[in-house]
């Protein structure tokens, strides 16, 4: 299993990123799939999931509205459309995904994601 994030870079306030998190190893049938980040000097915070076998999303309540999550199942891919980004909103991006199967209610908390990709940089300058 393997996941790897892309898709990062720096801009502006107010302005877009996507966010991929390409998959390998599993497909994006029945599983689950969580968008965290962490931002320097603190925790993992979980951003958005994804439960692949009904298409269920689920969103942190500071980016509701801004971020949309994603899935291609051609592509294997997931994405992270992130909109009107703040510069708060900067951190590392990392997807992590949850293969048991089971439907998740709500973003979910680190333990539950049992693999993880490397990150991807995100930079929104003021």
């Known amino acids: 299993v393997q996941l790897v994030e892309s898709g990062g870079g720096l801009v502006q306030a107010g302005g877009s990123l996507r966010l991929s998190c390409a998959a390998s190893?599993?497909?994006?049938?029945?599983?689950?799939i969580g968008w965290f980040r962490q931002a320097p000097g603190k925790g993992r915070e979980g951003v958005s999931s994804?439960?692949?076998?009904?298409?269920?999303?689920y969103y942190a309540d500071s980016v509701k509205g801004r971020f949309t999550i994603s899935k291609d199942n051609a592509k294997n891919t997931v994405y992270l459309q992130m909109n009107s980004l703040k510069p708060e909103d900067t951190a590392v991006y990392y997807c992590?995904?949850?293969?048991?199967?089971?439907?998740?209610?709500?973003?979910?908390?680190?333990?539950?994601?049992?693999?993880w990709g490397q990150g991807t940089q995100v930079t929104v300058s003021s």
């Open positions: 992590g995904a949850d293969l048991t199967g089971l439907v998740r209610v709500g973003v979910g908390e680190i333990y539950e994601y049992d693999y």
């Open positions: 190893g599993f497909t994006l049938d029945n599983c689950g």
């Open positions: 994804l439960n692949c076998a009904d298409g269920s999303s």
